[in-house]
């Protein structure tokens, strides 16, 4: 009795096995996605514009999407991910470093869905053929936003509000992670591209979103001289801190400008539409989705905010578009190291970076080909994390 | 004048407590089972104000989100378990009247000591051994946290509920710096390690932990219930002064409940690093420790209820969550539904417990 009951199950699952893989062709695909958080978190809100966006470009039906929000960075994501697929979803997507671990468990158990991790690092260590990473070039974004801080820097050069020698951007960073030091880095250059003489001071807060600790930090760097202002972080608290002051301010992950009205400069984010279409499709034809895939300006996933004319400095937008086509064309590559040096020295021709992460940031591949450190090119996650001069950490505790 | 009148004036509305009076028990189950019908039916309108649509189609999706697959079962069935046993732990210190708030940071601790052991002595010793310390050093931890704050409150009298709030934020940036040592990567998150967990019986995950919950609350009923030591903590709840009279030591009877108290916490720590997560962050207790004094409360401290009372907040818990993706409606709704089941609730026990009085005459003199 007991063999006949187990040898219908295994037809029964034979059969819904069947139907799940046959959904994979047509155009019934179904697509998850974990979210750390809500839509009240602006990381996550940029996650969740870029579903609405893929929906609406794709045609997807409200009932072939699903999207699972507030879910914590542990056992909660594997079951997430493994509800989906019980829900006859065919890709999952899944939009915090720490899902990581959690999603490669899934994928290790269903091996005929594909699963999409934004941040992570470990798709081109693991070898697992239906387990991806996904990131974008935003060092792009931040170089060409650095282009338009120098712009406004030197502006105020010819006004004669200081000298060119005083000309010093503050940053407040997260953490001391390659994403953030990748990041500061390719704004500093942007800047340096037209202002030669710029420096900078890179404030860490040691969280995503510390409003109040943001905002004191955007504050110190005033204080300390600094002219203009950026951040790596998620709360309003560096950009409020420069409508008070007075001082410009370079955002980050969408516009401020309607807070911010005269200081808000331009500001870089990651659209994450084109991404989602990409892995969407791929699925669609029975493709195969890279492990690691990065998409930059010329992808649309890297994107600048209109400029804010009553704050930049003039010609702004032009310059930028120049720029714009130049990345694009690749005439322009941000981590040239003809631009940068290293505790006074230019970078090794053969030097090496900590691409397969692991504890001890072991240098394990050679980064720089033709001159150029190539950020995002042996994965999608960022892997920058050099000190170059001109750029003062005051602390480092994070 | 005036002002003296006043003062001797009855309120027109008061509230006595029933006495005498109380209401038989078959028309206490009565008036619930119709707050928690009038909650469900408030929180079906308030959703179909919201999301236009059909609140049958609502409730279905939340049984869906809670029985929907065997998986969902199991999910289910593991959050009431978890929730249960963290009520469980601040029982015996309710029932004594100790306002034990820290059950968040004793659990994290507990996971803390779980983690450390399975990172240290993981690989250096054979599973079944390295299970015992798993154990000893999550029950060491979470005593260690709540006998802070009872040692502090028998000996100087300090507040209990400030004290043990205060050591969760501890707890907390306890945790955030050793995932800054632990995770050398820089990335701030310790890779899993299943290999070091609880083992799993069978294929089904989270089947220990069930057993280990159900066996740790019949202990506890029968502690509170049937033992000396629950019987001390129940005087001592119900007056210091009679405990002393009658020769109970109160402050030994405060430490050894918080130690019960704590180590049952410490115990939720290892389920969830050892038996579910298999790592740790800032936010794997994820406010439990608080929801659980609400199950405590509903459920009278009665060990049994507070199966029915976990269920009950981890039901409404993931029904909302399935609402919300179903029907893309901000997550937020959960915390609405389930704020306004609770609100009937206890309005109800209030109504059960007291009687509203209205004076005849307002101006009745004494």
New interface residues.
């Given amino acids: 009795m007991k063999k006949i009951l187990a040898l219908l199950l295994a037809v029964v699952m034979l059969f819904s096995l069947a139907a799940c893989g046959g959904a994979s062709n047509g155009d019934d695909i179904k697509v998850g996605f974990i979210c750390l958080h ?2 009240k978190s602006t990381y996550d809100l940029n996650f969740l514009n870029g579903v609405t966006e893929v929906k609406a470009q794709l045609g997807l039906k ?1 009932d072939q999407v ?5 879910i ?4 909660e994501c594997y ?1 997430a991910a ?2 989906l697929v ?1 829900q006859g979803c065919d890709v999952i997507f899944a939009n915090s ?2 899902h ?3 999603m490669i ?1 899934a994928a290790k158990e269903f091996p005929e869905v594909e699963f999409c991790h934004a941040t992570g690092t470990r798709a081109h260590t693991e070898g697992l053929a239906n387990y991806h990473n996904a990131f974008a070039s935003i060092y792009e974004g931040r170089y060409l936003a650095g282009v338009a801080a120098g712009l406004k820097l030197n502006e105020m050069i010819a006004a004669g509000k200081f000298s060119a020698n005083e000309a010093k951007m503050g940053y407040v960073g997260a ?3 390659a994403e953030v030091i990748s990041g500061y880095t390719s704004f500093y250059l942007g800047a340096k591209s037209v202002c030669p003489t710029v420096t900078m001071d890179v404030q860490f807060t040691g969280s995503w979103y510390d409003a109040p600790e943001e905002k004191n930090a955007a504050e110190a760097l005033i204080a300390a001289g600094c002219k203009l202002i950026s951040q790596h972080a998620d709360s309003m608290g560096a950009p409020s801190a420069c409508e008070n002051a007075g001082i410009p301010n370079v955002s980050y992950n969408g516009s401020t400008v309607e807070a911010c009205p005269n200081t808000f400069i331009v500001s870089s984010r990651i659209n994450w539409a084109p991404y989602y279409k990409y892995m969407i499709e791929t699925v669609k034809e029975g493709g195969k989705i890279a492990a690691d895939w990065t998409g930059g300006i010329a992808e649309g996933s890297v994107v600048l905010t209109d400029v804010n004319t009553k704050a930049a400095a003039a010609n702004t937008a032009e310059t930028l578009k120049t720029v714009t086509d130049g990345i694009k064309a690749g005439t322009v590559k941000v981590f040239d190291t003809k631009n940068f040096t290293v505790n006074g020295a230019a970078l090794a021709a053969d030097h090496k970076a900590d691409v397969d ?5 072991t240098p394990d591949t050679a980064v720089v080909i033709n001159g150029i450190f190539e950020e995002s090119k042996f994965r999608s996650a960022p892997y920058f994390d050099l000190r170059i001069d001109g750029i003062k950490l005051l602390n480092e505790k994070f | 004048m005036f002002k003296n009148a006043l003062k001797n004036k009855t309120p027109l509305i008061r509230v006595v407590k029933r006495g005498r009076d109380a209401l038989p028990w078959q028309f206490g189950i009565l008036v619930r089972a119709i707050a928690i019908i009038s909650a469900l039916i408030v929180s079906g309108i308030i959703i179909m104000m919201l999301s236009g649509k059909n609140p049958i189609e609502v409730y279905a999706s939340m049984f869906d989100g809670v029985f929907g697959t065997p998986r969902r079962i199991w999910n289910t069935l593991q959050n009431t378990v978890i929730l249960l046993c963290i009520s469980l732990a601040v029982t015996p210190a309710f029932k004594m009247r100790f306002w034990n708030c820290g059950a968040e940071g004793q659990v994290l601790v507990g996971g803390l000591a779980t983690v450390s052991v399975m990172m240290f002595l993981g690989d250096k010793l054979p599973l079944p051994l390295l299970l015992v310390i798993m154990l000893a050093a999550s029950v060491l931890a979470g005593m260690i946290w709540a006998l802070i704050p009872a040692v502090f409150k028998s000996i100087w009298n300090t507040n209990e509920t400030l004290f043990t709030l205060m050591m969760n934020y501890v707890a907390i940036q306890l945790v955030a710096y050793f995932l800054k040592v632990f995770a050398k990567d820089g990335s701030g998150v310790l890779k899993p390690m299943p290999q070091f967990g609880l083992p799993v019986i069978g294929k089904y995950q989270f089947l220990l932990n069930i057993i280990i919950v159900a066996v740790v609350t019949v202990i506890v009923y029968i502690y509170l219930k049937y033992s000396k030591h629950g019987y001390e903590i129940s005087v001592v709840g119900e007056s210091e002064n009679t405990a002393k009279y009658i020769g109970i030591g109160v402050k030994k009877v405060i430490i050894r409940t918080l130690a019960v108290s704590g180590a049952i916490c410490g115990i939720t720590g290892l389920l969830l690093v050892g038996g579910t997560d298999h790592t740790i962050s800032t936010s794997t207790v994820g406010g439990q420790g608080f929801t659980a004094i609400m199950v405590s409360w509903l459920a009278k401290f009665n060990p049994i209820y507070m199966v029915l009372t976990s269920f009950l907040i981890v039901f409404l818990d993931r029904g909302a969550g399935q609402i919300a993706t179903k029907f893309s409606i901000p997550s937020s709704i959960s915390d609405i539904v389930t704020g306004i089941i609770l609100l009937f609730i206890i309005g109800c026990e209030f109504f059960l417990t007291y009687k509203i009085v209205i004076s005849k005459s307002g101006r009745e003199e004494k």
């Fill in positions: 809500d839509e409200d699903i999207v699972k929000t507030n914590p960075e542990g056992d079951q493994a509800d019980d470093f720490g990581e671990s959690f468990k953490f001391t992670y992460t692991d504890d001890n940031y």
